[in-house]
C-alpha cells in the first residue's frame, strides 16, 4: 500500500510556470515507476509523463513534450512534474500515480493514486 500527496497546484497566467510535487510513502518508492495524469473538466483522465524506477527513462504525452518534465528524487520519496509554457488546455486536476512495475512504459499499469491537485490556466 502506497500513500501519494501531491501539492504545488494553482493558478498561474497563459506561459507560466508550476512545479507539482508527489510525497510517497508505505512502500519501497525507488522499486517503481512512478506518473502525472490529469483530469480536464469534462474530460477522461490521460496520462500526463512517466518516469522510471531509477530515473533513467521518460516518457510524455504528446501535447506536453518539450514543456513538461518528470524528475524523481529516491532519497526524498518525491516524484516533480515542472510545468512550463502553460497554456489554458492545460487546465485540471493533477494526480500522482505509481506504477506497479518499474519502467513506465504502460499506463494502464498504474495502479495507486494520489487525491490530486488543481492546476487552472488563465488565458
Known amino acids: 500500500q502506497v500513500l501519494l500527496v501531491e501539492s504545488g497546484g494553482g493558478l498561474v497566467q497563459a506561459g507560466g510556470s508550476l512545479r507539482l510535487s508527489c510525497a510517497a510513502s508505505g512502500r519501497t518508492f525507488s522499486n517503481y515507476a512512478m506518473g502525472w495524469f490529469r483530469r480536464a473538466p469534462g474530460k477522461e483522465r490521460e496520462f500526463v509523463a512517466a518516469i522510471s524506477w531509477t530515473g533513467s527513462r521518460t516518457y510524455y504525452s504528446d501535447s506536453v513534450k518539450g514543456r513538461f518534465t518528470i524528475s524523481r528524487d529516491n532519497a526524498k520519496n518525491t516524484v516533480y512534474l515542472q510545468m512550463n509554457s502553460l497554456k489554458p488546455e492545460d487546465t485540471a486536476v493533477y494526480y500522482c500515480?505509481?506504477?506497479?512495475?518499474?519502467?513506465?512504459?504502460?499506463?494502464?499499469?498504474?495502479?495507486?493514486w494520489g487525491q490530486g491537485t488543481q492546476v487552472t490556466v488563465s488565458s
Open positions: 500515480a505509481q506504477d506497479r512495475g518499474r519502467w513506465g512504459d504502460d499506463p494502464s499499469r498504474f495502479g495507486s
